[in-house]
Nanobody
Framework: VQLQASGGGLVQPGGSLRLSCAASGTIFSVSIMGWYRQAPGKQRDVVATITSGGSIIYADSVKGRFTISRDNAKNTVYLQMNSLKPEDTAVYYC??????????????WGQGTLVTVSS
């Protein structure tokens, strides 16, 4: 299973970006998908998660600014980021909890995409 993330880049404060992450390979079903981020010198923290049924959890720091969504048919998760702040600067990693068979489940991570918020 591979996760391919895209959509990072440089944006000014107050701007927007949309990240995408598609899972491919031997997939029976995908449970939770989501995004983490890691700023320089800091640990990797959760940003948002979404279940296959659409239940969502956001980190307090992004509530009201970021929106997570997914397309179950495409095994793809999105992160719409609005009102970006310099403190949102980080490498963003997508992850997915994937069943590769009816009994085997593992966590997979994307390669990371850099988001830089700066004027």
């Amino acid at each position: 299973v591979q996760l391919q993330a895209s959509g990072g880049g440089l944006v000014q404060p107050g701007g927007s970006l949309r990240l995408s992450c598609a899972a491919s390979g031997t997939i029976f079903s995908v449970s939770i998908m989501g995004w983490y981020r890691q700023a320089p010198g800091k640990q990797r923290d959760v940003v948002a998660t979404i279940t296959s049924g659409g239940s969502i959890i956001y980190a307090d720091s992004v509530k009201g600014r970021f929106t997570i969504s997914r397309d179950n048919a495409k095994n793809t998760v999105y992160l719409q980021m609005n009102s970006l702040k310099p403190e949102d600067t980080a490498v963003y990693y997508c992850f997915a909890n994937v069943f590769t068979s009816s009994r085997v489940r593992s966590n997979y991570w994307g390669q990371g995409t850099l988001v830089t918020v700066s004027s």
